[in-house]
């Protein structure tokens, strides 16, 4: 016996994942980025600044990623199938996975063209790369904006906002190194700002991928404990023994749990199973953060004589 659960917080809207919602907000975001990318491209080639070029190739990265996110929720909310009982939903956090690989790509050849510039130092207009610094700078501080509140609800958005957090911060180093090169001739400042911007870019993007990795390897959400939730199922009157107790992400905002619950054949035979099922799903939806909730009830004894591929 299974049903379904909502408490009220902030899960995937009627018909779509949770990154559904952000479907405009991921478009202006895409513009603003390819509008900057080409415009840090040329800077680049004028200024002879190798930060502003790494700065504009992570941009094209972003890009790319944001393209992907968007082509992933077009997916994601496609209704399910008979053989695709949950549709195309982890779409999404596969789009968040190729983020991933990216930007870690990205992160490596900046960091490689920039020891190379320690090697050969080149010359770099210091004026010029602080415009267009400072445009990449505003741009993206606006996608930003437009991402925040999204980045909380969705591993895909937040892949995008990580992406853009980067550029916001690599443009701030091109400034900053513009800024060295104009008052003190230094040249090193330009190949030490783009080993920052690669630096700036592992941690997180190491910290998405693991909570991706999360999601695909079907680990319990961060925000559900296990432990207490098997409390709670045990706490209710009449259950003996939780078994089978799995809880999982489809994607973001879609947390799921299973369980098969042995419940006293006195008990299910006094109320029913129906109050039962109420009383589970009234137990976890008070307490745990999860989107839908399916029981499998059980008198005792019943588990012995279960398959053994059920367990």
């Known amino acids: 016996m ?46 002879d600044s190798l930060a502003l070029v790494a700065d504009a190739a992570h941009m094209a990265t972003d890009g790319l990623g944001l393209g992907m996110a968007l ?10 199938t008979g053989n695709r009982t949950f549709g195309y939903a982890r779409a999404e956090i596969l789009a968040a996975l190729a983020n991933c690989l990216l930007l870690l790509g990205v992160g490596g050849y900046v960091l490689y ?11 770099t207009e210091g004026g010029l790369t ?9 741009a993206n501080m606006i996608s930003l904006t437009l991402l925040m509140r999204g980045q909380k609800e969705s591993l895909n958005v937040r892949g995008a906002f990580l992406e853009v957090a980067a550029d ?8 900053v190194s513009a800024v060295v090169i104009l008052t003190t001739g230094w040249e090193a400042a330009d190949p030490i700002a783009s080993l920052v911007i690669g630096l700036m870019i592992v941690p997180r993007t190491v910290k998405l991928l693991r909570e991706t990795l999360d999601v695909l390897l079907e680990s319990a959400p961060k925000d559900v404990d296990m432990v207490e939730v098997r409390a709670h199922i045990l706490a209710l009157d009449g259950v003996e023994d939780v078994h089978d107790l799995h809880a999982w992400t489809i994607t973001s905002g879609m947390p799921v ?30 307490h745990f953060d999860v989107e839908h909730c399916t029981f499998q009830l059980e ?13």
């Open 299 to 311: 008198p005792s004894g019943h588990a012995e004589h279960e398959a053994r591929l059920c367990h």
């Open 2 to 47: 299974g049903a379904g659960h909502d408490h009220g917080r902030s899960h995937a809207p009627a018909g779509g994942t949770a990154t559904a919602a952000y479907v405009g907000t991921l478009r202006v975001a895409l513009s603003i980025t390819l509008t900057v990318m080409v415009v840090e491209i040329v800077g680049g080639i004028l200024a």
């Open 71 to 80: 082509l992933a929720i077009h997916f994601a909310n496609r209704p399910a």
């Open 168 to 175: 916001a911060l690599g443009s701030l180093a091109v400034i």
């Open 257 to 286: 749990l299973s369980a098969h619950v042995v419940v006293r054949s006195d008990v299910l035979s006094a109320i029913g199973h129906e109050k039962m099922l109420h009383e589970l799903q009234n137990c976890l939806g008070d």
């Open 130 to 138: 602080i415009v267009f610094g400072a445009i990449g700078l505003v």
């Open 113 to 123: 063209e920039a020891i190379q510039r320690f090697v050969t130092p080149a010359g």
